[in-house]
């Protein structure tokens, strides 16, 4: 190989820089191309000599591939420039991803702010929620007290205040005092229409003396009668009328009802009767009362009425509905204890003689109720007048009665017990319709009071929810005085037991066995035995 193409082939390894000389360039410290020929003279000679050496050893050696060509290495640079090019814009845009990465941790870092001022204003939210929620708890607490505190008043409206001692059966059975009411307007007052609608279908066995809905023992006859007799009877059927009007100086009740037991008779058609018709009101002087018309006698207690279906009840309850005047007081802050006295009409029942009315009966009384049940003790006095049949004589004496009475619940259950003894002279109209209160001795021209004795128990088992039963037994007894007919009654033995059924609240029907027996002042007896149906319809 000629000189030339060896120090050609040297020339372009030292301007390529080739690795050897590359890296004695590196070593020797120069690092641009101005080093590189400035250390070219000193290069030359050295080159010479690696340049013979070679070509020396090329002459030895097989001839070797030959070098790249200048485009070829021209080519490879430009590829390597657009890598670096390529490099270049990969890395600027990382660099704008990373520029957006750190505007997102920016904003994350923002948004967290955010979140922990969020996180503050719910934490401060849930605060006032519970506390909120703490004083809705404390309302609701209010309002329930309120309510009880109006229940209150409202159950001081119907047992304290309002003294009227009405028929069980005026009030509608599962309505309560306050259904049916309606507002008038324009008034301050309040109306209500109730009642019932009330059927009987009634057999009597042997002659009671009324085969009408309202068995009387005293009324069977004496031998007993042996003829039956059936009959459908609607005579019990009731109507109300009530209002409740408050004004400026209390709160005012009126109270209208009547039946149609108007007939004396089985064989006359119903006629309306009025049995109640009266005002009661509250408020004039704290926890008091009055109550003035025609009502449920005070010597009367009706909380221990029974739950019969026959109209007329035991034949020892004092039931008695006259004209009267009522006063009523509370003596407790609970409202258990309640003392009334009344002024009554009078209305003497004579043997021998007309009776006259000339001073009012006086009752005073006492209530006591509580979550066992009901008391009631009475006192009667009253004045038995007569004029003789001719008009010309006349006598007085005092007669007087005592009551005493309850209602017994039974704990646990829904069973009651109700009972009532009762006694006096001169009391006889208050416990039986044929009862007399005096026989007048015109010989001795004396007014004679006889004694009367009266008492009953009644039971009532639940056999379920909507069916029950009430086991009834009564006794009366007239202490006969001498001059008395030998037919006078002496005494009355009275036992029923029925059984209802509720199927729906407005409808009651039921069954009932009822046996009544008579005895008279010479020891003869008559004795009935009745079975009735009954469908009632309670008008709200």
Do not use: C
């Not at 003294?163 to 008034?187: C, F, H, M, Q, S």
């Amino acid at each position: 190989m000629n000189m030339y193409r060896i120090f050609h082939s040297l020339f372009f390894s030292i301007v390529t820089f080739n690795k050897p000389y590359k890296k004695a360039v590196q070593s020797s410290g120069l690092s641009t191309s101005r080093d590189l020929f400035a250390g070219l003279p000193l290069a030359v000679p050295a080159f010479l000599i690696m340049g013979f050496s070679a070509a020396s050893v090329q002459a030895q050696q097989p001839t070797q591939q030959a070098l790249p060509s200048l485009e070829s290495i021209k080519s490879e640079r430009e590829k390597l420039a657009e890598k670096v090019k390529m490099v270049e814009a990969m890395l600027k845009e990382l660099r704008t991803e990373q520029e957006k990465i750190n505007s997102i941790e920016t904003m994350l870092q923002e948004l967290k702010a955010e979140q922990a001022k969020f996180d503050e204003r719910l934490n401060i939210g849930e605060e006032k929620q519970e506390e909120f929620a703490e004083r809705l708890d404390q309302k609701k607490i209010d309002i329930a007290e309120l309510k009880e505190e109006q229940e209150r008043q409202q159950h001081e409206w119907e047992t304290a205040f309002d003294e009227i001692r009405r028929d069980p059966r005026n009030k509608l059975e599962g309505t309560g005092a306050d259904a049916g009411w309606i507002d008038v307007p324009g008034y301050n007052t309040a109306i209500r229409f109730g009642g019932f609608v009330q059927l009987d279908g009634i057999h009597d066995f042997q002659g009671s003396g009324s085969n009408f809905g309202a068995f009387s023992p005293s009324k069977i006859s004496v031998p007993t009668d042996r003829k039956s007799n059936t009959e459908f009877d609607p005579r019990t059927t009731r109507m109300i009328f009530e209002t409740r009007t408050n004004t400026a100086l209390g709160r005012y009740s009126t109270f209208l009802s009547a039946d149609w037991f108007g007939s004396s008779s089985n064989a006359d058609r119903p006629r309306l009767r009025l049995r109640q018709v009266y005002m009661t009101g509250v408020g004039l002087l704290p926890g008091t009362a009055f109550t003035f018309g025609q009502a449920n006698s005070t010597f009367m207690n009706i909380n221990a009425w029974p739950e019969v279906l026959d109209n007329a009840g035991p034949s020892s309850f004092i039931f008695v509905q006259q004209g009267l005047f009522r006063l009523s007081k509370e003596l407790d802050d609970a409202h258990r204890w309640i003392a009334s006295v009344a002024v009554e009409q009078p209305d003497n029942k004579i043997s021998n003689g007309s009776g006259k009315s000339q001073l009012p009966d006086a009752v005073a009384r006492i209530d006591l109720n509580d979550k066992w049940g009901h008391l009631m003790g009475a006192f009667a006095a009253r004045q038995v007048k007569v004029s003789a049949t001719s008009n010309t004589d006349a006598d007085s004496a005092l007669g007087w009665g005592l009551n005493f009475s309850g209602k017994l619940l039974v704990p646990t259950i829904k069973d009651n017990f109700k009972f009532q003894v009762n006694g006096g002279k001169g009391i006889g109209r208050y416990i039986d319709p044929i009862g007399i209160d005096a026989v007048y001795n015109a010989a001795a021209q004396r007014l004679e009071l006889p004694r009367v004795l009266g008492a009953y128990g009644a039971y009532q088992h639940w056999w379920t929810d909507k069916i029950r039963s009430t086991f009834m037994g009564s006794y009366t007894r007239f202490f006969n005085r001498t001059i008395e007919s030998p037919e006078a009654l002496k005494s009355v033995l009275h036992a029923s037991a029925n059984l209802i059924y509720s199927p729906i609240r407005p409808l009651d029907v039921g069954v009932e066995y009822i046996w009544g027996q008579r005895e008279d002042k010479d020891g003869q007896t008559g004795h009935a035995n009745r079975i009735m149906f009954s469908a009632k319809w309670s008008i709200n």
